[in-house]
Antibody
Framework: QLQLQESGPGLVKPSETLSLTCTVS??????????WGWIRQPPGKGLECIGT???????YYNPSLKSRVTMSVDTSKNQFSLKLSSVTAADTAVYYC???????????WGQGTLVTVSS | QSALTQPASVSGSPGQSITISCTGT?????????VSWYQQHPGKAPKLIIY???NRPSGISNRFSGSKSGNTASLTISGLQAEDEADYYC????????????FGGGTRLTVL
């Protein structure tokens, strides 16, 4: 069974870059069976998919965030990462990493990490 | 504004059945058999309960079922139990602009 764990700063200043890493255990990030995704949830609001990445590096970004998002995979560490640039208070959210078994069906999720954008 | 439309809230009594709708377009719900449903309790991560429109992951009760007609998907919960009280989200693959995943705004289920 896959386990995912987000890590990164809980506080980011406006205009700076948010950086998070997701460590995968219980399986290989190089598996052809999975994509890997980032989903966020502003306090009291719904889910928003930021994007997904395949182990090969192929990415699928939410068009509304595409200009600010970079995802990458580190197969040697069994990790994948998210960078979101030029953040504002609107980017304050719980950020989840998750495994996508195909078709955007996210079957395993990390516990989530709250990232607050504030000076 | 979410890409997929769900009712903000539904309610039912223990033992009853409820249905939550999820309406999209031919570019998402109507165009793919990749509709998923998630249950989220307060302070917890979402949990996949239905994938590919109507399939249940291992360990998910058969009280949960999914279906789709045209651009609208539905989640039915039968034999409501107190622990079913949670937020429910639908999700779908979409080809709008570029391939990505969209979610509904969420439905709060209250068990009376």
């Amino acid at each position: 069974q896959l386990q995912l764990q987000e890590s990164g700063p809980g506080l980011v200043k406006p205009s700076e870059t948010l950086s998070l890493t997701c460590t995968v255990s219980g399986g290989s990030i190089s598996s052809s069976n999975y994509h890997w995704g980032w989903i966020r949830q502003p306090p009291g609001k719904g889910l928003e998919c930021i994007g997904t990445i395949y182990y090969s590096g192929r990415t699928y970004y939410n068009p509304s965030l595409k200009s600010r998002v970079t995802m990458s995979v580190d197969t040697s560490k069994n990790q994948f990462s998210l960078k979101l640039s030029s953040v504002t208070a609107a980017d304050t959210a719980v950020y989840y990493c998750a495994s996508d078994r195909g078709g955007g069906n996210f079957d395993y999720w990390g516990q989530g990490t709250l990232v607050t954008v504030s000076s | 504004q979410s890409a997929l439309t769900q009712p903000a809230s539904v309610s039912g009594s223990p033992g009853q059945s409820i249905t939550i709708s999820c309406t999209g377009t031919s570019s998402d719900v109507g165009g793919y058999n990749y509709v998923s449903w998630y249950q989220q309790h307060p302070g917890k991560a979402p949990k996949l309960i239905i994938y590919d429109v109507s399939n249940r992951p291992s360990g998910i009760s058969n009280r949960f079922s999914g279906s789709k007609s045209g651009n609208t998907a539905s989640l039915t919960i039968s034999g409501l139990q107190a622990e079913d009280e949670a937020d429910y989200y639908c999700g779908s693959q979409t080809s709008s602009i570029t391939p990505h995943v969209v979610f509904g705004g969420g439905t709060r289920l209250t068990v009376l």
